[in-house]
């Protein structure tokens, strides 16, 4: 059975062609021309008559059309404006789609809601995503947006091992404790160059992060909004200055040299400690006994990128 009649070279080649794209985009994009890996996705999803879906980059629709009949509705967010023709084209073919064009990271939630066929929100984010704003996006929709229940989500193989990374490990840091905040993974595999059109110089991978939002140490409820952006906030300072200790990165960043020390003590943290030897739990605790002192400082930063403080 094919999943989407779009994963091969033949079928990619004539749709840019019908819509004159093979010589005219300028984003580079890599086209999914394999039928296994969208089957494979599609498994991951467990899409149903109840999933609605948000989808970030659907290029020419690849993975758009192995979704479109199994779910009750995908909404999608692209920025290339010379795709809106194809996507216009799709929209009318099915009465459960629909598009929004703009960087996923600045359209309003609001309107991919409304955009929606049936209008609503979207419960889950399924995309082969732009690779340069993969991580970004993902850590961005699940802190922001908790009605989605999960992510299945196609990105570059590094940004999966980040994802995918334990305590202690190379691949740790403060995107991946971030992460774990707000959802654990449930599945992974990986996806080669072959797969793509033309191909990569990197290999790439397919993760689906279930929704699974810390909890408070004491009472074993799930975090307030603003629980989890204080312990976003600790773990980025923590991560800060990667090569020092996570008292001396976190004084760095404006934290009280004693409060911190009072902190550790209570969390049973060692001030000499590395900010990637700790796992996501260590500073939800961290950040608990340092609000409940006002030992927090004003206007820390939190960030949804991979890149900083890794």
Known sequence: MVASPLANPTATREMLERFGLATKHRLGQNFLVDDHVIAHILDLARLSEATRVVEV?????????G??????????????????????DLAHEFPNFAY?????????????????????EPNILVANL??????????KYLAEH???????????????????????????GAYTAKLALYGTVTGRFEVPPT???????????????????????????????????????????????????????????????????????????????RAETLASADFVRLHAVLAAVGAMPADLPTRFSAGEGR
Request: hydrophobic share 50%; proline share 7%.
């Open 130 to 139: 732009p690779y340069n704003v993969a991580a970004t996006i993902i850590l």
């Open 195 to 273: 797969c793509f059109m033309p191909a990569p110089h990197v290999n790439s991978a397919v993760v689906r992060i279930d929704r699974a939002r810390a909890c408070d140490a004491e009472t074993g409820g799930p975090l307030d909004a603003a629980a989890l952006a204080g312990a976003c906030a600790v773990t980025d300072a923590a991560f800060a200055q990667r090569r020092k200790t996570i008292r001396n990165s976190m004084a760095a960043r404006g934290f009280d040299k004693a409060a911190l020390d009072a902190a550790f003590a209570a969390c049973g943290i060692a001030p000499t400690a």
């Open 57 to 65: 980059g659907p290029g020419i629709g690849t993975l758009t059309l």
């Open 100 to 120: 929004v064009m703009g960087d996923a990271l600045k359209v309003g939630w609001d309107e991919v809601c409304a955009a929606a066929r049936p209008a609503g």
């Open 67 to 88: 979704m479109l009949p199994h779910a009750a509705s995908v909404t999608s967010i692209e920025a290339d404006r010379t795709l809106e023709p194809v996507l216009a």
């Open 146 to 172: 908790p009605v989605l229940d999960a992510a299945v989500v196609m990105v570059q193989a590094e940004v999966a091992d980040r994802i995918c990374a334990a305590p202690g490990t190379k691949a740790y």
